[in-house]
């Protein structure tokens, strides 16, 4: 992955920019650490174009998951159980998308499954930025209701992608398929507009869930 100085400059102000936006949704002895990883994550990914993934905490324990080839989310089972093991809400993670697409439907799920979890970035190498925090209304709902949220999830992420293709009126013709710089900048919209749409339906349901999106396609 080959960045000129002037692309790096500009990917890295976007991204303090976008950070500082948010900045203020974050308790203060997370809000550094929270920039450190963004920081070092997509730095690091600026170099050599990889995923990574950290989670960490106050107490400044973290771990890294390099992403394998798959180009999904990968956390080994051994961090796995690290995670399950602490506290409700006293985590976060932070991943960088080379791709800048918004998060996935595996993202989306790894979070909301794991309740240690309080929120989530994910940063795009154009300093685009997805932040998303639970608060404290979901960090306090029951375990069943989150496997219950999770067995629909999938379904709902993909009938939201859909809408945004029906809502737009774009056909995935054989035509439009050819063009894979249009496809990829709809499914990023069509992400988007799932990550929308996921956010305003928990933010409603769980007052104090806070989200902040700023695209790479605008
Ligand atoms: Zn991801």
Not at 20 to 43: N, Q, S, T, W
Not at 67 to 88: F, G, L, P, Q
Not at 200 to 217: C, D, H, L, P
Request: net charge negative.
């Amino acid at each position: 992955m080959i960045h000129t100085h002037e692309e790096r400059e500009l990917a890295i102000n976007r991204l303090l920019n976008n950070y500082l936006a948010i900045a203020e949704l974050i308790e203060p002895p997370m809000r550094k650490l929270i920039y450190e990883h963004i920081e070092a994550v997509f730095g690091l990914g600026l170099d050599d174009g990889k995923e990574r993934v950290r989670v960490f905490n106050d107490k400044s324990f973290y771990f890294e998951e390099e992403e394998r080839e798959e180009k999904d989310i990968y956390v080994s089972d051994e961090a796995c159980d690290a995670i399950k093991a602490e506290k409700r809400g006293s985590l976060s993670m932070t991943h960088n998308h080379p791709l800048n697409v918004p998060p996935s439907s595996k993202d989306y799920k790894f979070f909301f499954k794991y309740l240690a979890l309080n929120d989530m970035a994910i940063c795009g190498h154009v300093g685009n930025l997805y932040f998303i925090s639970k608060g404290n209304r979901f960090n306090k709902i029951k375990e069943e209701a989150i496997v219950n949220f999770l067995g629909i999830f999938d379904e709902e992420f993909i009938k939201l992608i859909k809408q945004y293709f029906i809502d737009n009126n774009i056909r995935l013709s054989e035509e439009f398929l050819l063009n894979a710089k249009e496809k990829d900048r709809q499914e990023c919209l069509a992400r988007e507009y799932a990550f929308k749409s996921i956010c305003e339906g928990i933010s409603r349901q769980y007052e104090g869930f806070v989200y902040y999106m700023e695209g790479a396609w605008k």
